[in-house]
């Protein structure tokens, strides 16, 4: 009890220090975002222990390929486009000039966590090669590590390009989304429907993001007010995505699937875009009642917390998967951890290791967030 009044205490400090002005409910959607990333690579990767007696190889594989009704997971789950609509309004809302600076703290912001770590797993993959582990398990282990850094990438990418996108903004509203969208569908059209060259595509790897860039950006300068708007990029984007899918072939699932001849993340397909503005109109909609939830001392304490060392959480979480993988090798073939997913009983193994993964984070966070801030 006395645990929780200390909690409880704590919450009401960290709610009455934070600014009148601060928009609580941009950091709960970062927030959810983020959990939603995290909590959908967990439940959709699998570290899968194979080979022969002693000489064990991982190698990782997915449920959605081998039980695609989890497919609406992807959509509950696959939450970036809501991390590029905060950005682009945080963005639009903390530069004021001054290009060289502002642009330096923010990208300082993200470099550092990424510098420890790979000042931890340069050492760790050196000391796996030289203890002869096998490279298909150095591989599997380090590309998990490694694979959220892309959109750190593209975020430093949009960042930079942040003077430019407030100028398009202020020029066409909301409507600066399409030119980008535009690129995506010509893009598409040319792999898909023109057999064009696969490497078109990688077009739509800044294209994509900058989408929702963009409507964070319209939202911070006054372009979505009220409901209307974001209500039909609600409606239109998930019935622009149906159609994609049922009508032009997309995948169902917003991730990557193992084996599949299309992901529409890697790079972002025209479905992964019109999904994403479905997401931002949602997200808008959702966002008074976000913040009549943040002003509960408890609430507003854990959403904060979590927005000191969003980069931190995000960078380390497959980090946590892949130690937990690793130690559970000890005990062997460890149910819902390192066997393949195979059944829906996996399922519900691998939902009683999410606690385990959440406490190698919070561990991780402890040793690391300072580096963030």
């Known amino acids: 009890m006395n645990a929780l009044g200390q909690v409880r205490r704590l919450a009401r400090r960290i709610d009455a220090a934070t600014p009148p002005q601060r928009d609580r409910a941009v950091d709960a959607l970062r927030a959810l975002a983020i959990a939603g990333v995290i909590g959908g690579h967990w439940l959709v990767t699998a570290v899968v222990a194979g080979g022969s007696p002693g000489h064990t190889v991982l190698s990782d594989n997915s449920p959605l390929a081998s039980m695609p ?63 002869g582990v096998p490279s298909t398990t150095v591989h599997t282990l380090l590309f998990l590590v490694i694979s959220p850094l892309w959109f750190l990438a593209v975020y430093a990418g949009l960042t930079a390009l942040t003077p430019a996108a407030l100028w398009l903004v202020r020029r066409f509203g909301a409507w600066a989304a399409a030119f980008p969208a535009a690129v995506v569908a010509t893009a598409d059209l040319v792999r898909f429907g023109l057999h064009g060259p696969s490497w078109v595509g990688w077009a739509n790897l800044p294209a994509g993001w900058l989408v929702p860039y963009l409507l964070g950006m319209a939202w911070a300068l006054g372009s979505l007010r009220g409901r209307r708007g974001p209500a039909l990029m609600l409606a239109g984007g998930a019935a622009a995505t149906a159609t994609l899918i049922t009508w032009a072939g997309y995948p169902a699932s917003m991730v990557g699937v193992n084996g599949a001849h299309i992901s529409n993340l890697n790079p972002p397909t025209l479905a992964a875009v019109t999904f994403g503005i479905a997401q931002c109109g949602l997200a808008l909609l959702l966002r008074d009642r976000l913040a009549r939830a943040m002003r509960r001392p408890l609430a507003w304490a854990a959403v904060a917390l979590v927005n000191l060392s969003a980069m931190t959480l995000f960078i380390w979480h497959e980090t946590a998967l892949v130690t937990v993988s690793s130690v559970g090798l000890l005990a062997g073939r460890l149910p819902g951890l390192l066997t393949a997913p195979a059944h829906g009983a996996w399922v519900a193994e691998r939902l009683a290791w999410l606690p385990v993964f959440a406490i190698v984070l919070a561990s991780l966070w402890l040793a690391f967030h300072r580096v963030e801030r």
């Not at 905060?86 to 510098?115: C, E, K, M, Q």
């Open 69 to 131: 009704w989890l497919t609406p997971l992807s959509w509950v789950f696959q939450t970036l486009a809501v991390f590029f609509l905060v950005g682009g309004y945080s963005a639009a809302r903390s530069y004021r000039g001054g290009y060289w600076p502002w642009l330096r703290r923010r990208l300082v912001r993200l470099a550092r966590p990424v510098a420890a770590l790979a000042a931890v797993w340069a050492p760790v993959t050196v000391g796996m090669c030289l203890a």
